[in-house]
């Protein structure tokens, strides 16, 4: 990465050294640079056959493999290594629960985003308000009901004016009350609060669970390419992104989530079969958390973009919702 992109970068940003790099002076030489300007560096752990490489002693953050590094090896490694361990390609809830149980703490991995196939979905009470609540507000309620969904939880309440109060929409001013917060944003961008708040229920500390980040960003990340791809779908773009995270929350199928909310046709064909335009943005979305940045070509193009829009667009969603969540 060049030092003039490299200067856009918050301090503190991760910047990842290629595997194939590892061992190339030059590059551990400006890794080095950059850590002293506070940017942090992560690797991919790489045995050597002869004890820890210089690149493993220099790594703010060292991602071993679950396919390739057990969890008893990663204890040991623990031991050795100055950085943090991140287990990456984590597939299934055996696996993670052998790695965490042995001490590590961060994760990567396809297991984290799917449903877990076990059990019946698991929908709060709370849950059950603000599904009904969206589709009040898709049905275009009279304000006075859904004024009223949030004064009669407390709790509910609470959260909207937490998050209102947030740096999410920058409104410029401090919300004081629901009527408020409604008359402010409106309907379609209280739908977004709404469809956010249902990550936010029942798990106090977002930023210990991860799929309210993920959901976040992948939102961001949508909304911000559909304003460069075609803006009259940004509002749809992030909800079409936060709700593809829906099936997992609540451990259940694409379709069984479109079926309990009242979603326009373009989302619903957008999260159960990728079609459309809205399709062809989450398609992108998905691409970039498995990192598969040169199979982009198709959507980009259909939609007027190039894969740099997608690199900017998830560093800028990524940031936006660290600034979120910390709020």
């Known amino acids: 990465m060049e030092a003039d992109v490299i200067s856009l970068l918050p301090k503190n940003s991760i910047l990842q050294v290629p595997e194939k790099d590892i061992l190339d002076k030059e590059v551990l030489l400006k890794a080095a640079m950059l850590k ?110 859904i004024e009223r969904a949030f004064k009669n939880s407390p709790k509910l309440a609470y959260g909207l004016l937490r998050l209102m109060n947030s740096a999410f929409f920058h409104v410029g001013r401090k919300i004081t009350s629901i009527g408020d917060a409604i008359t402010l944003l409106g309907y379609d961008n209280l739908q977004k609060w709404v469809v956010l708040l249902l990550f936010e229920v029942d798990h106090r500390d977002s930023q210990s669970y991860p799929i309210v980040e993920k959901a976040l960003v992948r939102g961001r990340l949508m909304e911000s390419l559909a304003k460069k791809a075609a803006r009259t779908l940004a509002d749809s773009a992030f909800i079409t992104g936060m709700l593809s995270f829906m099936n997992v929350l609540f451990n259940m199928e694409p379709d069984e989530v479109t079926q309990k909310l009242n979603l326009v046709q373009d989302i619903q064909d957008a999260l159960t079969a990728r079609e459309g335009a809205l399709g062809m943005l989450l398609t992108l979305a998905e691409r970039a958390d498995r990192q598969e940045y040169d199979d982009m070509d198709g959507e980009t193009k259909a939609l007027g973009l190039i894969p740099e829009d997608v690199l900017w667009a998830e560093t800028n969603a990524i940031m936006d919702a660290g600034n979120v969540l910390g709020s």
Do not use: C, W
């Open 36 to 145: 002293k300007l506070t940017y942090q560096i992560a690797i991919d752990y790489t045995p050597s056959g002869h004890g820890l490489l210089p690149a493993h002693g220099m790594a703010d953050f060292i991602r071993i493999s679950a396919s390739s590094v057990p969890a008893s090896q990663a204890v040991a490694l623990l031991k050795g290594l100055r950085g943090k361990l991140i287990v990456g390609g984590v597939e299934d809830g055996e696996s993670f629960a052998g790695y965490r149980d042995a001490g590590l703490e961060l994760f990567q991995g396809a297991f984290f985003m799917r449903p877990s196939g076990e059990g019946s979905p698991s929908v709060s009470s709370d849950q059950h308000i603000l599904l009904q609540l969206y589709n009040d507000l898709r049905a275009n309620k009279d304000v006075t009901v």
